[in-house]
């Protein structure tokens, strides 16, 4: 499983790279610029199978990101993290297939069955 980070938190950072490597996993954290197209020229060149955005990194325009994103590969899967518990930007959200969507602070308990259940999933 190849998953890609997009954020500059990093108790998020230090959750992914505590449950989401295994011996056949990879994990690329992507923190270096937050405009929009070069976030996703990185998506599609890593062409990762899971995808976890931080909305509060690229917010305004994560909604945008995904959209394009899922034009291209409809397939991947997107866990969605964020601060924002408004309503308005989870029925944005909700509607683009996130796997998974966390609002800020995450447990690590949670994030730990998270990672189990796409490990899990993988497998069938």
């Given at each position: 499983?190849?998953?890609?980070?997009?954020?500059k938190d990093?108790?998020l950072?230090?959750?992914?790279?505590n449950?989401g490597?295994?011996?056949?996993?990879?994990?690329?954290?992507?923190?270096?610029?937050s405009d929009?197209?070069k976030?996703?020229?990185n998506?599609?060149?890593?062409q990762p199978?899971?995808l976890?955005?931080d909305?509060d990194y690229l917010?305004?325009?994560?909604v945008?990101?995904l959209?394009?994103l899922?034009?291209?590969?409809?397939?991947?899967k997107?866990i969605f993290v964020?601060?924002d518990?408004?309503?308005?930007?989870?029925?944005?959200v909700s509607?683009?297939?996130i796997?998974?969507?966390?609002?800020?602070?995450i447990?690590?308990?949670?994030?730990k069955?998270?990672?189990?259940?796409?490990l899990?999933?993988?497998t069938?």
């Amino acid at each position: 499983m190849r998953t890609l980070l997009i954020s500059k938190d990093n108790l998020l950072i230090n959750m992914v790279n505590n449950f989401g490597k295994s011996k056949d996993d990879s994990v690329t954290i992507y923190e270096e610029n937050s405009d929009p197209v070069k976030v996703l020229s990185n998506i599609l060149s890593v062409q990762p199978s899971v995808l976890i955005i931080d909305d509060d990194y690229l917010s305004p325009d994560t909604v945008s990101v995904l959209e394009s994103l899922r034009k291209v590969n409809s397939k991947i899967k997107i866990i969605f993290v964020t601060s924002d518990s408004s309503i308005e930007l989870g029925k944005a959200v909700s509607q683009l297939g996130i796997y998974f969507y966390a609002i800020k602070p995450i447990e690590e308990e949670e994030f730990k069955t998270l990672f189990n259940s796409l490990l899990i999933s993988r497998t069938k």
